[in-house]
Nanobody, 121 residues
């Protein structure tokens, strides 16, 4: 199973930016970012195919977040701009066993421990 380690979370003011990273050990195919706020279910944020040529975004982050990957470094990124207080959540990196991308939590079999993002108003 792939091991995933997220980094880059933190506290930022509304309108600010953060860049999350997800370092993977082992072969990865489609990958994605999900988030979970207190008292809410885990929700899809963005995903990317194994080549990086196809991406998918939740409507709530389109135009503000950009997902990318560097397969040489075996690392995935999430550039988050124009952050809003409602973006506050624990952000998880996930990997799937197919080319992807996908928006379904159930399609991803490997998960990181999460990195906290907090956006103040």
């Amino acid at each position: 199973q792939v091991q995933l380690v997220e980094s880059g979370g933190g506290l930022v003011q509304a309108g600010g930016s953060l860049r999350l990273s997800c370092a993977a050990s082992g072969r990865t195919y489609a990958m994605g970012w999900f988030r979970q706020a207190p008292g809410k279910e885990r929700e899809f944020v963005a995903s990317i195919s194994w080549t990086g040529g196809s991406t998918s975004y939740a409507d709530s982050v389109k135009g503000r977040f950009t997902i990318s990957r560097d397969n040489v470094k075996n690392t995935m990124y999430l550039q988050m701009n124009s952050l809003k207080p409602e973006d506050t959540a624990l952000y998880y990196c996930a990997a799937a066993g197919f080319a992807g991308p996908s928006e379904r939590v159930a399609d991803f079999g490997s998960w990181g421990q999460g990195t906290q993002v907090a956006v103040s108003s």
